[in-house]
C-alpha cells in the first residue's frame, strides 16, 4: 500500500512560481513510476507530468513543457513538480500518483492517488 500527501500549493500571480511536493508513504516507493495530475473547475482531470522510478525519465504535457520539472528524491520518498511561469489557466487542484509499472501518462494506470493541493494563479 502506498499513501501520497501533495503539499506547496497556495495563490500566485501569473508569472510567479511554486513547488509542489509529495511525499509518499511505504518501502516501495523508489520502485514506482510518479505522475502529476491536475483538474480544474469544470473540467475533467488532466495529464500534467511524469517520471520514472529513477527519475532518468520524465515527460511532459504540452501545456506545461517548458515551465514544469518534475524531479524526485528516492532517499526521501518524494517527488517535486517546479512550476514556473505560472498562467492563469494553470489553476487548478493538483494530484500526485503513483503506479508499479513504466512511466506513463493515462490516468487509469496509476492504483495511488493523493487527496490534491490546490493552485491558483491570479492575472
Known amino acids: 500500500q502506498v499513501q501520497l500527501v501533495e503539499s506547496g500549493g497556495g495563490l500566485v500571480q501569473a508569472g510567479g512560481s511554486l513547488r509542489l511536493s509529495c511525499a509518499a508513504s511505504g518501502r516501495t516507493f523508489s520502485s514506482r513510476s510518479m505522475g502529476w495530475f491536475r483538474q480544474a473547475p469544470g473540467k475533467e482531470r488532466e495529464f500534467v507530468a511524469a517520471?520514472?522510478?529513477?527519475?532518468?525519465?520524465?515527460y511532459y504535457a504540452d501545456s506545461v513543457k517548458g515551465r514544469f520539472t518534475l524531479s524526485r528524491d528516492n532517499a526521501k520518498n518524494t517527488v517535486y513538480l517546479q512550476m514556473d511561469s505560472l498562467k492563469p489557466e494553470d489553476t487548478a487542484v493538483y494530484y500526485c500518483a503513483a503506479r508499479a509499472g513504466v512511466i506513463s501518462q493515462q490516468q487509469s494506470h496509476y492504483a495511488y492517488w493523493g487527496q490534491g493541493t490546490q493552485v491558483t494563479v491570479s492575472s
Open positions: 517520471i520514472s522510478w529513477s527519475g532518468g525519465s520524465t
